[in-house]
């Protein structure tokens, strides 16, 4: 059965008992590895040997490392022999200077814990799983009495049956509009259906069977979703032998026009199962780890099979891995990535875990029931962990020679722009209106991996006179540093950007020039990044400098690409923002200033009243008229419009 079930809601809040078992000894800034073995002897002497996630941290309270143990106080008291310890974790224990303790019922229990501190505070001495994204599902809902099919992705709260994980959005869509030609399912929201008069234009190239106007009843139609079921869970020969049936029995009958529907829905089953470009026939429901490493570097490729499909794959490259062995790894990989995902009952990995019981344990939860982690030996299974081994030392070449392309691009970045090292985050800006309405500016972050989405930022322009794009840049700045100004003085919690790049000519150049010389700032590299004279044709940039110099960089050079490259981000982020801002603001009504009058109130004032205008010159007598208005409500909004009575 494919189906991953939903996990029941805020399943840890109390499970855990962090407030009653925290232990924080202080110490000075300065590392010093007598001090840190002190500070974890204090811990050792409060501890009893009860299974429960530990936490080291810093002087300024900053958590260095996450761990877990059966027995809390002979794990923590490994620690203050030091001799034993490997170079990696001396450091650490120099640095610690207090320390946290959360006791938990069981070790399975510490694992999850351990797993969901790692991924929320991110320590420098864990195996970090470098991938934010969420993974998408289908969605086959049951609270309609014509079920839709649709694209997933976050917290399963709605009621009906998910199938995933899928490795990206793409597979999702493809086997999605796949899994329209061969059901025939509605993809539309309720909203939409409801109001429909006539067939919409999926109906018309066979992607829909028109529920909305009753071109069919909802018996057939249930009998679609099932067939859809199954499809899903497995049973794909099963439905294509039913569909097949079926055209034949249309053929016969001379119902041309029905036999050759049916054969485009097993053209489609059929393209569903010829895009599954791994054979994983045999192996049922199962997520394929394969881990690769070389020069220091791990790559850990994923396979997601359902019902003996492949749903998708996906390479990861965890970070901090030094001094661990790879099986230390894989077990810290696999806790990370269950944190969030529904685990398959089935889990294969290509090398003996020595607590592959333990993380099996832990993970009964999510899965819904006994999960099993093993080593394939021989047939299908191994044939498809040797697949997914050679797609992991693929993925590890390819990372290590576009790192390597990348760290050249960026030397010769930091060379172009005349910067003293090649820049670890840099933060690009701009601004978004329409003259001048819904104007906000956005801010994106770029780092040697990548973009950093979950650190981008936007602001509402408050200040700014209407079109002034130089009053938008220097509001955005000031705000924006002027936080991180107040927040970290010392400059160390790396959210100060080692170059700034802003998306505009000379006159944003000096707007922003001069809003950090307001704040005393003159040490950020700033580089304005403006379209040239022959943009349109030749795709050429102008690079502006504080000092006034220009600089411009060839058509085909790497560096120029990757500058644009940031640029575009940030303006398509922008869009994006402004965009939704627009939509909110038409949408918005008067009777949103009411404080405490809600979406369900407001529609009934306006479907009684008509306009919000007729609404604020009504009497309070008429208002208490309305239905679904109480005297109390009447009385708030009357006193709103009429504050003198």
Known sequence: MARTPAPPPDRDTERFHEDRASTTVRGADKPDIELGISVIRDTVNTLRPKPGVYRMLDARGDVLYVG???????????????????????????QTRSMTIVTTNSEAEALLLEAQLIKRFRPPYNVLLRDDKSFPFILLRSDHAYPRIQKHRGARKAKGNYYGPFASAGSVNTTINALQKLFLLRSCNDG???????????????????????????????????????????????????????????????????AAMLRDRLRAATFIQGS?????????????????????????????????????HRAFFPSHTEGLSEEEVMTSFLAQFYE??????????????????????????????????????????????????????????????ESGTKAKVMRELAEFLELPEVPQRIEVYDNSHIQGTNALGAMIVAGPDGFVKAQYRKWNIKTAQTNDDFGMMREVMTRRFGKVQEDDPDRESGMWPDLV???????????VKDALGELGIEDVPLIAIAKGPHHGREGREVFHFPDGREKMLPVNSPVLFHLQNMRDEVHRFAIGAHRAKRSRAITASPLDEIPGIGPARKRALLLHFGTAGKVRAASLDDLQRAPGVSAAVAQTVYDFYHPNG
């Open 340 to 401: 969030e995902v529904p685990p398959a009952r089935l889990i294969l990995v290509d090398r003996e875990l020595p607590e592959a019981a333990l993380l099996a344990e832990a993970l009964c939860e999510g899965a819904g029931g006994k999960v099993e982690i093993s080593v394939p030996q021989r047939g299908d299974r191994r044939r498809l962990m040797e697949q997914a081994q050679r797609n992991a030392v693929e993925a590890l070449d390819r990372r290590m020679a």
């Open 501 to 511: 790049l802003i998306d505009g000519g000379k006159g944003q150049m000096s707007a």
């Open 276 to 312: 599954q470009a791994i054979n994983a026939e045999g192996v049922g429901n199962a997520d394929v780890f394969a881990m690769a490493v070389k020069g220091g570097q791990v790559a850990v490729q994923a396979f997601f099979i359902r019902g003996g499909q492949n749903w998708g």
């Open 68 to 94: 877990k143990a059966r027995a809390l106080k002979n794990r923590v008291a490994n620690y203050t022999q030091v001799d034993r310890l490997p170079n990696r974790l001396r450091r650490m224990v120099s």
């Open 192 to 258: 939409f259906m409801s109001r429909r008069d006539r067939p919409c234009l999926l109906y018309q190239i066979r992607r829909c069977s028109a529920p909305c106007v009753d071109r069919i009843g909802p018996e057939e139609y249930g009998e679609l979703v099932r067939q859809a079921k199954d499809f899903l869970g497995g049973k794909s020969g099963a439905v294509q032998r039913e569909i097949e049936a079926q055209m034949q029995e249309a053929a016969e009958a001379l119902d041309f026009e029905r």
